[in-house]
């Protein structure tokens, strides 16, 4: 019964339309006939619909696309709420409810739930809803953990998700503890020069840039972007958007002269790779010629100022 009412929702959820109409009605139906005490010789497709693995499976891909755009949802996770309808509201709630059944009744999910927790915490960001969110992610930390230890690559990922959320709820010292977590795990697990390690750096560096301890935050991003530079190659979308990144920070710290040279790598990264009008590339371009108007202005203030020392 519990898998069918949990299978009922992750369809209309996750399929949605036609595809997740069909998968409701088909456990819908199973349910009943359960319900009635009727003896059931389900069909193959039947058998699919009851399997919740291979459903949350399905999920995985949909899961790693959406963490691409976590740290865009949680800027936008305080108003956000009110861009969905009471439907997609309904819908979570529905599937909170079919996890807490299967809590109460079961207890701790088994692993491969974990990435249907994981779906479930980004929904709920991009619902508006941080701190719903923050529990799903650590009830995955745990089942994680206790499946798989607590050195393990995925437990990482778990702890910089926790991080970012506690960020987008103003916690930044709880959010620097687990990004440092994270960043000991990958680099335990995967060795210090594993991409993994460098996107804990790059997390790392964008809290310490939330805290203006700007020199550290730099430092990570250093550090990252030797790291992309030995795995990817000097251009390569990733490296582009590290030295992106990095710029951005540099020219916040008033270091414009290292800031132009980074913008002006990402946005030769960018031209090779997208192309000259992609929005990418412009944005880099835009940046380039912002920090060399700033750079000259800075530069007639210290002229003045130089030849009336010498006079």
Not at 28 to 35: A, G, K, P, Q
């Given at each position: 019964l ?21 998968l ?25 619909t009851?399997?919740?693995?291979q459903?949350v ?30 439907k ?16 109460a ?14 779906a ?40 910089n998700?926790?991080a ?21 795990i ?23 840039a939330?805290q ?6 730099i ?17 390569h ?34 031209q ?24 000259l ?15």
């Amino acid at each position: 019964l519990l898998n069918v009412y949990v299978c009922a929702w992750i369809g209309l959820f996750f399929f949605g339309g036609s595809c997740g109409q069909t998968l409701m009605r088909q456990s819908v139906r199973i349910f009943l006939r359960l319900f009635s005490g009727e003896t059931v010789q389900l069909d193959v497709q039947e058998g699919v619909t009851l399997d919740l693995v291979q459903l949350v499976g399905d999920t995985q891909q949909k899961t790693e696309s959406a963490k691409m755009k976590q740290e865009v949802v949680l800027a936008e996770s305080t108003d956000s709420g009110s861009r969905h309808s009471s439907k997609e509201s309904l819908v979570f709630d529905k599937y909170e409810e079919a996890f807490e059944f299967w809590i109460a009744s079961l207890g701790e999910p088994p692993l491969h739930l974990a990435t249907s927790l994981l779906a479930m915490a980004t929904g709920h960001l991009e619902q508006g809803r941080p701190e719903l969110a923050l529990k799903r992610y650590e009830q995955a930390f745990k089942i994680k953990s206790r499946s798989l230890g607590d050195k393990h690559p995925d437990v990482a990922e778990s702890l910089n998700n926790m991080a970012i959320v506690y960020e987008s709820m103003g916690k930044l010292d709880e959010a620097l503890t687990r990004h440092e977590q994270a960043l000991w795990i990958q680099v335990v697990a995967l060795g210090p020069c594993h991409p993994r390690v460098a996107t804990c750096l790059c997390s790392l560096g964008h809290a310490y840039a939330k805290q203006d301890n700007l020199d550290q935050a730099i430092q990570q991003y250093e550090q990252a972007l030797e790291i992309r530079l030995k795995n990817f190659g000097e251009l390569h979308e990733i490296v582009g958007d590290t030295h992106l990144d990095m710029a951005t920070i540099l020219e916040a710290a008033g270091n414009l002269e290292r800031a132009r040279q980074h913008f002006s790598k990402a946005k030769r990264i960018f031209q090779v790779y997208f192309g000259v009008r992609h929005e990418r590339t412009e944005v880099a371009a835009k940046a380039v010629e912002r920090v060399k108007k700033r750079l000259l202005a800075e530069n007639e203030r210290v002229r003045p100022a130089y030849l009336q020392q010498i006079l």
